[in-house]
């Protein structure tokens, strides 16, 4: 579905002027405020923090065990494939200048307040707002309207800074939960890998063999979180990879992480430091 052309500075600047301002909460405040929330800004916002935190609450941690269980995966997958769900729907809505459905987000969201609030440290603060500036908004849009059209089977989010777009293109790409598949690179020193869920089953990457393939991210600065992602899923075979980001540093297309690639720059827009969108397709697969 074709991103519209509405003015979202308009529309958003009253909202964007009574924000909360960039607070990063616990799930159990996220899950409060949500819950009487009113400012499609901080609606949205508090919607992408609760999906982050359950989806970084699935993942290994160090002192677990090798060891994954299956029967946990089918609860877990119905709590993450709704918050998506409703995600995608209220990203979609946003994007598109049209009014959100509070109420129907709420009441699905809220009906696994208590299986969220078990899965996550309620130590936890959310990660920075996804939607830092107002002018940023326009960047998003364009990024949406820009999107290729080409028949993408699997789409690969990267979380969490990749959530927001990633949502925004399953719903333009005419996609649903089962064409999107969300995982984490970690960057921590000496740990350096992709983290999907500890729980899913090995066809949860391994779904994309053969599959035309596109990986979302927001900011691409070194391309080293893109590069190992692309590594990463390289090794299921799919078809083929295309990469998108909102934006990309001038100097990214220059790292040894895109050395195999191919840089688009047909739809791109170029400043003095970013370029925007930043596509490109992997011509090395194997």
């Not at 399953?170 to 996609?175: A, G, N, R, S, V």
């Not at 740990?191 to 691409?220: F, M, T």
Request: hydrophobic share 35%; aromatic share 8%.
């Amino acid at each position: 579905m074709v991103l519209s052309e509405k003015n979202l500075h308009t529309i958003y600047d009253e909202s964007f002027a009574t924000r909360r301002y960039g607070d990063q909460e616990t799930i159990n405040t996220l899950l409060n405020l949500y819950k009487t929330e009113k400012n499609p800004v901080d609606f949205k916002e508090e919607l992408l923090s609760i999906v982050q935190l359950y989806f970084d609450s699935l993942l290994p941690k160090a002192k677990d065990s090798l060891h994954s269980n299956p029967n946990n995966w089918q609860k877990e997958k119905e709590v993450l494939y709704c918050l998506c769900t409703e995600g995608i729907k209220i990203i979609s809505q946003f994007y598109r200048g049209e009014d959100l459905d509070f109420d129907n987000a709420k009441s699905h969201v809220l009906s696994y307040r208590e299986q969220i609030l078990n899965s996550v440290d309620k130590s936890i603060r959310s990660k920075e707002p996804h939607l830092k500036a107002f002018d940023e908004l326009s960047l998003i849009q364009d990024f949406g309207q820009k999107l290729s059209r080409k028949s993408h089977d699997k789409l690969v989010g990267i979380v969490s800074g990749g959530l927001e777009p990633s949502f925004l293109a399953t719903d333009i790409l005419e996609k649903g939960m089962d064409d999107l598949i969300l995982l984490r690179y970690s960057k921590r020193s000496g740990d350096s890998q992709s983290l999907v869920p500890k729980n899913a089953p090995a066809d949860y990457l391994g779904s994309i063999a053969g599959r035309e393939v596109i990986v979302i991210e927001d900011y691409v600065v070194n391309g080293i979180t893109m590069g190992a992602v692309v590594d990463a899923i390289k090794t299921y075979k799919p078809k083929n990879i295309d990469g998108i980001a909102l934006s990309a540093t001038k100097s990214a297309p220059h790292s040894s992480a895109f050395k195999n690639m191919d840089i688009d720059y047909s739809k791109s827009v170029m400043d003095e430091k970013y370029i925007h969108p930043f596509e490109f397709t992997v011509s090395q697969m194997e």
